[in-house]
């Protein structure tokens, strides 16, 4: 009994010593990224982080999220140490309030040269001293042309009580609310509470026309002309095309979001200049472009549009709008969590159809 | 009767597999919709084998299942044979004691553990405590109230002289143990083993929160695929994993008919 008792504990000091031995040499970085957001290999497409190892000989942890509010989360929480996140424009600018990034050594990040001047300095990282744009995208309007035979321009298509039954809404406040103050002629990061209340009107105006307030079910329901017409992120457009030939996409003239997935270096990190050079690495504008044709999104580098394989995407007046579509473009700041409580309580009361008074 | 007893069993099948059939079937469609089946291939499965992030993901989750199975099934049954022996009022104590945390929330048993990990991390300054460690204590953790409830009936069962007759005729505590004991509480070890494993390989809710940076299992990354929608490879594993499995309990099952219709024939 005392020997099987003696092997146990050998092997458990065994097991714990592995552990904590592994290669002195090399640099291990643990990134921490949504999930199906980087290039795998899959379908011949470039292996972003394979590519990365090779080429540097840094290791790479590599593990996912499922939204900005999970990622925030586990940051939070503690316990695990990150080297590389990718949050969106509001989630960059709430981890700055909140002390929880590293400032960038732009030293190392040669390739921050090839960024367009357009997305430098954002609303969200004024000096820039905290974040690398990775991708970007819009929201627009997408539509069935089979059957949305008038031309589509304004977000008032979304309102036509023409195509009632055959409205999809977005499933979120943030931009059910933004769609309504474009409309309106507000600012969309406004924190006026009566706007949001003439928001909320305007939705409820919307709400017997509309079909389904969705998310990720809209791919079916469009690409199956269950629904006629719906707004949604224009990457999400390009993919449901390939299965829908009738589909389009249009940029409202009231003006539209925008918005920009970001990288960035959290406190805590233990691998600083590993984390810089992969951030350098994902800024090559061969990477990237490569990356963004794997991934569908946008690239805010235009000299990795060189590298796509399929020409016409690069080209893509949905994927890289012309610079007068652009200038409309407007994007979301953090906003109070006050204003963010508020905009929700009349957001349930639009999709439940309660009557609300204003405050 | 006779008849509406059949359709019933049919409908209770019918709604346990249907969800399980369209899945399979949606694995060998021949493009991404899942509406309508536009035709047979076998593409999606030979795409899966290019995805090393998935299979590695895959063989995590079943590192883990594997191990956490097995050390909680050893601690379980040294649990319920201790258990056994004692006096009544404190085994009821401890039986309760070991039930709890089986009926708690998952959320809650999660949380729980994530905020004992940090805690104990900072204390023993550990940056980097979520990992492989952190997810495998947790999941020992949630399988063992399983395998002692298994173990305990066999062991209750047993007829109790039938040790105290091989410690007369010599054998020591161990060797009566081993010689005696384990190959009657066999069938609950077994099924508790089974169980233990097959809760551990499908956990989602209590890994959440004590996953780390190094160390992560596949339902995890799964969940995370919110950008775009799931991509066929995905139904392409899970039918691998359903197959699996379900030829695993089938042949296990099989073995033990056979053998308790051998048994009668004995007798």
């Known amino acids: ?359 | 009767m006779k008849k509406f007893n059949k359709i019933f069993t049919v409908l209770v099948y019918i709604f346990l597999y249907a969800p399980i059939l369209v899945l399979i079937v949606f694995s060998f469609n021949s493009t991404k919709s899942t509406i309508d089946f536009t035709g047979f291939t076998l593409k999606w499965y030979r795409e899966l084998f290019t995805r090393p992030d998935l299979l590695k993901l895959l063989m995590n989750t079943l590192i883990i299942a594997v191990i956490a199975s097995v050390v909680s099934t050893v601690l379980g049954t040294m649990a319920a044979v201790g258990i056994s022996s004692m006096k009544r009022r404190s085994r009821s104590m401890v039986l309760t004691a070991t039930n709890i945390p089986m009926t708690n929330p998952d959320i809650v048993t999660g949380v729980s553990l994530a905020l004992l990990f940090v805690f104990a991390g900072t204390f023993l300054r550990i940056n980097d405590v979520f990992g492989f460690w952190t997810l495998l204590i947790a999941h020992i953790t949630f399988c063992l109230p399983y395998v002692i409830l298994s173990v305990l009936p066999k062991i209750k069962q047993m007829d109790k002289n039938l040790t105290d007759a091989a410690l007369d005729l010599g054998c020591t505590p161990t060797q009566s143990f081993f010689k005696i004991m384990l190959p009657e509480i066999l069938p609950g070890i077994i099924s508790g083993a089974t169980m233990a494993f097959t809760l551990s390989l499908d956990d989602f809710v209590i890994s959440y929160f004590v996953y780390g940076a190094s160390f992560s299992t596949l339902p995890i990354e799964i969940y995370s695929y919110t950008k775009k929608p799931m991509p066929p490879t995905v139904f392409v594993l899970f039918t691998i994993m359903f197959t699996v499995i379900f030829l695993l309990l089938f042949f296990m099952n099989m073995a033990e008919y056979k053998k308790s219709k051998k048994k009668k024939i004995d007798l």
């Open chain 1, 1 to 359: 009994m005392k020997k099987v008792f003696a092997v146990l504990l050998m092997t458990v000091i065994v097991l714990t010593a592995c552990a904590a031995c592994s290669d002195p040499g090399t640099v291990t970085i643990n990134v921490y990224n949504w999930g199906q957001y980087i290039g795998v290999g899959e379908e011949g497409t470039i292996d972003v982080i394979k590519e990365f190892e090779e080429k540097t000989g840094i290791r790479v942890n590599y593990t996912t999220y499922d939204s900005n509010e999970s990622m925030y989360s586990k940051l939070e929480i503690g316990g695990s140490s990150y080297d590389v996140i990718f949050p969106s424009d509001y989630m960059v600018e709430r981890l700055i309030e909140n002390d929880m990034l590293e400032e960038i050594n732009f030293d190392n990040i040669p390739n921050f040269q090839y960024v367009d001047d357009e997305f430098k300095n954002p609303a969200y990282d004024p000096t820039n001293a905290y974040s690398v744009p990775y991708t970007f995208g819009y929201v627009g309007i997408i539509y069935n042309t089979k059957y949305v035979t008038k031309p589509v321009d304004s977000w008032n298509a979304l309102w036509d009580p023409d195509y009632s039954g055959k409205i999809l809404m977005f499933d979120n406040p943030r931009d059910a609310f933004g769609i309504a103050q474009f409309l309106l002629g507000q600012d969309i990061n406004t924190e006026d509470k009566s706007d949001y209340y003439a928001c909320y009107q305007k939705l409820s105006e919307q709400k017997p026309l509309v079909q389904e307030y969705v998310m990720d079910q809209i791919f079916q329901q469009m690409e199956n002309e269950e629904a006629w017409i719906a707004p949604y992120y224009a990457g999400d457009f390009l993919t449901m095309q390939e299965t829908n030939e009738n589909l389009a996409f249009a940029f409202p003239k009231e003006g539209y979001n925008y918005f920009v997935d970001a990288i960035c270096i959290p406190k805590g990190c233990k691998n600083k200049e590993a984390a810089e050079a992969f951030i350098n690495f994902i800024c090559d504008p061969e990477i990237s472009g490569k990356n963004c044709e794997a991934i569908g999104y946008s690239t805010p580098i235009s000299a990795a549009k060189e590298y796509y394989e399929d020409t016409e995407l690069a080209s893509n007046p949905v994927a890289y709008p012309s610079k007068e579509v652009f200038e409309r473009a407007d994007m979301f700041t953090n906003l109070k969590d006050e204003t963010l409580q508020y905009a929700n309580e009349l957001w349930l009361a639009v999709k439940s159809g309660t009557k609300v008074e204003e405050e």
